[in-house]
């Protein structure tokens, strides 16, 4: 599971989280649990504030 500090303000509507350049999936949470890892394998995810304008 994948854990993250809240987006500032208190506008956030979404994340989205990528796994690489592959889009995992979106959430309202500020947690995320991935599924197809491969065990002794490092990851490098990023997460994408998206507010209620879609920025």
Not at 2 to 7: D, I, M, S, T, Y
Not at 11 to 26: D, M, V
Not at 27 to 53: C, K, N, Q, V
């Amino acid at each position: 599971m994948k854990r993250w500090l809240p987006g500032l303000g208190s506008g956030i509507k979404e994340y989205e989280i990528f796994r690489g350049a592959e889009w995992r999936g979106t959430t309202t949470h500020t947690s995320f649990t991935d599924s197809g890892l491969t065990p002794d394998t490092s990851y490098t995810y990023t997460i994408r504030a998206i507010d209620f304008e879609g920025n």
